[in-house]
């Protein structure tokens, strides 16, 4: 019994010991896959790939050695080693070969990249398979069919397939340039029983064969050839029906066999969502089509980043074709908090306009109009310096590097360039119609590639420019049809597709072109409702292309998917109080998500974050509220402060020149 005990304690131990040493791992494995993914996201390249080189050693589940493979790829791109990037995809395909990148996520360059790679080093080869059957390549399962078409890496893969009644069919191949189909025939088993059973019955016809004794008599030999004669027609016939109930038994099989999959569609609002199968990723994402799913009970799991989780039980029978279109719920908004209050201070506003984060989103920039300044702050509101120099009439600002802060600026028709510090470096623009040329510069902003994009408002355009300012191309003009403007006010960048938003201040709409300018789609109307503005002004995007709209006319700003799909409130309504907000004119949305709003009617900025909890009845607003317009902030006048005349700017209305006034500076 002792010795019982102590074997007993002893093994307790082992298990305690290997089970504390693979959780440790797990935590390690964890910590340097976050802090690789943090640092890429800071741009320490190099101890991103330290990190990450480090995970992918003890990582031991596919999951997370497909991640660090993507995101270390990612960082070799980044620094231009396109070799190494290459390297390091090729590992990733052979974790994942139907890996697929989703491109709200990544940016289009490193998607075409990585097609390319695939197909450099992926061939597509064909396995015919009789019967039906399970087919497993490098241990990942590709599902039960009778004709497959795969696409792998080349090199040595290991191929397996497996039906019930069948011998398991394993084998090592090598995967060239040009690979012939594959071919691959089951043989059945014989269960021992039925073998035995079945050699017996031969030898036991074998003996009785043996023990016949031969017929002497002729007549009768004569007559039994005679009747043997008689019955071959018989046994024509009975062949023939027995041929045809074959046919049919056969025909009815191979129907049956080919009627125990189901098609799944899947779609979902917003697009590009993960989905799986019975708690297995499929590598697609929405819309998309879920061929040979095996008939029964199985378990949709749809995900998005952002958003919370959809999960259905579902049943399909055999050639049935199901679709399945939902709503992913967005995670509600909560009040972080605010700062800034009426008047001329270091962390006070006079009409506040626009909001940008700069510096690795550590640093918040605001246009405060009335005070004539660019006001630096900490990401909880901490001042941390201003720039004041030469601005006239500042609306909105970006800052693209340490020497490169933008602002437009409405009495000059152009845009001024400065260093973090405030220090004046470069102008751009001026009065006119031409390429360059500005009549009431808005909204600006930047693409991945460091080229700048102008909101022209009265001259109806954007225009593009690259970093030191140099025209690039143009497009827009007045009108009323689905790509042309009004009064267009600001402009935001999708990074990671290239479309360009714009807000229509005067058609109270939202405008979506392709990077080289060509129209998309748009939406919005004047309103209320869920698609509809009221004098829309700011427009931001975050790191996975949902949309953020300063819906000032209504008292709110509120978050769309890409494809312009309503998701959620942020603020809960109009009003001076916590989350409330009277006519917001300014948004910006930092790598985490977290949303910084210009409350220009209480001169203040409020932060925002996701909850852990999703709106309620999904595409919803956190809180339905009176939306009532107080004290009419949105007609906001600017007025242009010098040159050859005053011009103010009724945001609603159009551009008014006021003649016979002082040049003052």
């Known amino acids: 019994m002792k010795k019982v005990i102590i074997i007993f304690i002893i093994v307790l131990f082992v298990f305690?010991?290997?089970?504390?040493a693979f959780a440790q791992q797990d935590s390690t494995v964890e910590k340097l896959l976050e802090e690789g993914k943090q640092a890429y996201m800071n741009g320490d390249f190099k101890l991103a790939v330290d990190k990450l080189s480090t995970a992918i050693t003890i990582i031991k589940n596919k999951k997370d050695l497909l991640e660090a493979y993507i995101t270390l790829a990612l960082t070799y791109y980044t620094l231009g080693d396109n070799q190494k990037a290459k390297n390091t995809i090729i590992k990733a395909l052979q974790v994942k070969p139907n890996l697929i990148l989703n491109t709200e996520i990544y940016s289009p360059k490193f998607i075409v990249f990585l097609e390319d790679t695939k197909k450099e080093i992926m061939r597509e080869l064909r396995f015919n398979v009789k019967p039906a059957a399970k087919l497993y390549i490098d241990d990942l399962y590709y599902g039960e069919n009778s004709e497959f078409t795969v696409k792998l890496v080349k090199g040595e893969h290991k191929i397996k397939v497996e039906q019930k009644m069948y011998k398991t069919y394993e084998k090592t191949m090598t995967v060239?340039?040009?690979?012939?189909?594959?071919?691959i025939i089951l043989e059945k088993l014989i269960p021992a029983a039925i073998k035995t059973q079945k050699s017996e019955q031969v030898k036991e016809e074998k003996e009785k064969n043996n023990r016949k004794e031969p017929v002497k008599i002729s007549g009768r030999i004569e007559k039994e050839k005679k009747g043997k004669k008689g019955s071959k027609l018989l046994y024509y016939l009975g062949g023939l029906v027995l041929g045809a109930v074959a046919i049919v038994a056969l025909t009815k099989k191979k129907a049956e066999a080919g009627e125990k999959f189901a098609t799944i569609k899947v779609n979902s609002v917003p697009e590009a969502a993960d989905v799986?199968?019975?708690g297995n990723e499929t590598g697609k994402t929405t819309p998309c089509v879920l061929n040979n799913v095996t008939a029964g009970t199985h378990e949709i799991k749809i995900a998005r980043e952002l958003y919370g989780v959809y999960i259905k039980q579902v049943t399909v029978s055999g050639g049935q074709t199901l679709d399945i279109s939902t709503d992913i719920p967005p995670f509600k908004y909560e009040y972080i908090m605010s700062w800034g209050s009426l008047g001329v201070g270091d962390r006070a506003f006079k009409s506040p306009l626009s909001v940008s984060l700069y510096n690795n989103d550590t640093r918040v920039l605001v246009v405060d109009n009335g005070n004539l300044a660019v006001k630096i702050f900490g990401t909880i509101g901490g001042f941390v310096g201003k720039i004041k120099e030469y601005l006239s009439n500042p609306i909105d600002v970006y800052g693209l590097a340490s020497d490169r802060v933008f602002v437009t600026d409405l009495d000059y028709n152009g845009v001024l360039r400065y260093?973090?510090?405030g220090g004046f470096l470069k102008f751009f623009g001026g009065t006119g119609t031409g390429n360059g040329k500005f009549n009431a510069p808005f909204g600006i902003t930047a693409d991945c590639d460091k080229n700048l994009f102008v909101v022209d408002?009265?001259?109806k355009r954007i225009q593009v420019f690259d970093k030191d300012g140099n025209?690039?191309?143009?497009w827009g003009k007045q009108g009323n049809g689905d790509g042309d403007f009004n009064f267009p006010v600001?402009?935001?960048?999708n990074d990671y597709n290239g479309d360009i938003y714009v807000t229509d201040y005067g058609l109270s709409k939202v405008v979506v072109y392709s990077n080289e300018g060509n129209y998309l789609f748009k939406w919005g109307t004047k309103g209320s409702g869920k698609k509809n503005f009221d004098s829309p002004f700011s427009i931001a995007t975050d790191r996975v292309g949902n949309v953020y709209v300063a819906d000032m006319g209504n008292n709110r700003v509120v978050k769309y998917t890409a494809k312009g799909h309503y998701a959620v409130k942020i603020n809960v309504g109009a009003g001076s109080g916590r989350a409330e907000c009277i006519t917001p004119y300014g948004v910006a949305v930092d790598k985490d998500g977290k949303v910084y709003v210009v409350d220009t009617g209480n001169n203040r900025i409020q932060k925002f974050r996701l909850s852990d909890k999703t709106a309620s009845d999904g595409f919803s607003v956190i809180k339905i509220v009176s939306e009532t317009n107080k004290n009419n902030y949105k007609r906001l006048v600017?007025?242009?402060?010098?040159?050859?005349?005053?011009m103010s700017v009724d945001l609603r209305k159009t551009i008014k020149r006021k003649i016979k006034i002082d040049k003052r500076r």
Not at 490 to 493: E, G, I, R, T
């Open 638 to 646: 600017i007025k242009r402060r010098g040159g050859n005349g005053k």
């Open 471 to 474: 025209f690039m191309k143009k």
């Open 276 to 278: 799986f199968l019975d």
């Open 176 to 183: 060239t340039d040009s690979n012939p189909v594959q071919n």
């Open 490 to 493: 600001d402009v935001a960048v």
């Open 457 to 459: 408002a009265q001259n």
């Open 16 to 20: 305690n010991t290997s089970y504390m």
């Open 419 to 421: 260093n973090i510090n």
